[in-house]
């Protein structure tokens, strides 16, 4: 929460900020598949992530939905329930805002997608290794995978920034990292990780697509060539910079 610097305006805003168009369109497409899913049901089978109708090879059984290969993008689209899809959203607008300010919203919408469909393809895969029979013929719905995907980004830029855990504020690093683990046992679990498998997921991708940023070769010669002149306007004008050195690096963009 936090209260206007306007010296004639007594008012408080909550949370990162208004939300943007990009947000908005975002918040907006799950709030009317989930109200279609009410409507009609058949949504939740069609567009649902079936790993096994996916890829059809992993059993006779799923020769019927020979490759339905949408669902690894549509079903992070749907969700399973009022506070199902009320807890994601909020973490889309809650982690989102601020990171689509730094991002852009060209590369914000970029990395989202990647994460959320990259989430997917990851737990088709897992469902071909001999753990994850498990995973085959479930119906796996939900923008987890991007959305955590977008919390692991928050954790690099904003490490030390609090995040309320159950009832505890804890560092973002911190709070990932738990996520993280619970994601990780509950995936490897005989009864469980159905969903935590996409969750898991969802934070590997997002990982080394920031990594693969930092060490594209193109990208390293913008950031040298654009901190050379930034450089040289500073020392022209007179101006310094100043920050921690161990501020996060800000290429990752």
Same mark, same amino acid.
């Given at each position: 929460m936090r209260r206007s610097s306007s010296p004639y305006v007594s008012s408080f805003s909550f949370g990162p900020g208004p939300l943007s168009t990009t947000l908005k369109a975002l918040i907006g497409a799950n709030v009317v598949m989930f109200v279609a899913q009410a409507v009609f049901p058949v949504l939740t089978e069609v567009f649902g992530l079936h790993p096994a109708w996916v890829i059809p090879a992993l059993s006779t059984r799923a020769a019927e939905h020979a490759f339905w290969l949408w669902q690894p993008a549509t079903y992070m689209f749907l969700h399973g329930g009022v506070f199902h899809i009320l807890f994601n959203m909020l973490a889309l607008w809650m982690f989102g805002a601020e990171?689509? #300010?730094?991002?852009?919203? #060209?590369?914000?919408?970029? &990395?989202?997608?990647?994460?959320?469909?990259? $989430?997917?393809?990851?737990?088709?895969?897992?469902?071909?290794?001999? &753990?994850?029979?498990?995973?085959?013929?479930?119906?796996?719905i939900g923008a987890s995978g991007a959305i955590y995907g977008l919390l692991l980004a928050f954790a690099m830029y904003f490490p030390d920034r609090p995040i309320l855990l159950v009832v &505890?504020?804890?560092? $973002?690093?911190? $709070?990932?990292?738990?996520?993280?683990?619970i994601a990780l046992f509950s995936s490897l679990s005989e009864s469980g990780g159905v969903a935590n498998a996409t969750h898991l997921s969802?934070?590997?991708? $997002?990982? &080394?697509?920031?990594?693969g940023a930092r060490l594209h070769p193109l990208a390293e010669v913008k950031y040298r060539y654009?901190?050379?002149?930034?450089?040289?306007?500073?020392?022209?004008?007179?101006?310094?910079?100043?920050? #921690?050195?161990?501020?996060?690096?800000?290429?990752?963009h």
């Open positions: 990171l689509e #300010r730094i991002w852009g919203t #060209r590369y914000f919408l970029k &990395f989202y997608f990647v994460t959320g469909i990259g $989430a997917g393809v990851v737990t088709v895969i897992l469902s071909l290794l001999p &753990f994850g029979g498990q995973l085959q013929y479930v119906n796996i &505890f504020p804890v560092p $973002a690093k911190v $709070a990932v990292t738990i996520l993280g683990a969802g934070l590997v991708v $997002a990982y &080394f697509f920031l990594k654009l901190k050379w002149k930034i450089n040289h306007v500073r020392k022209k004008f007179d101006v310094y910079s100043g920050g #921690r050195a161990n501020d996060f690096d800000r290429r990752v």
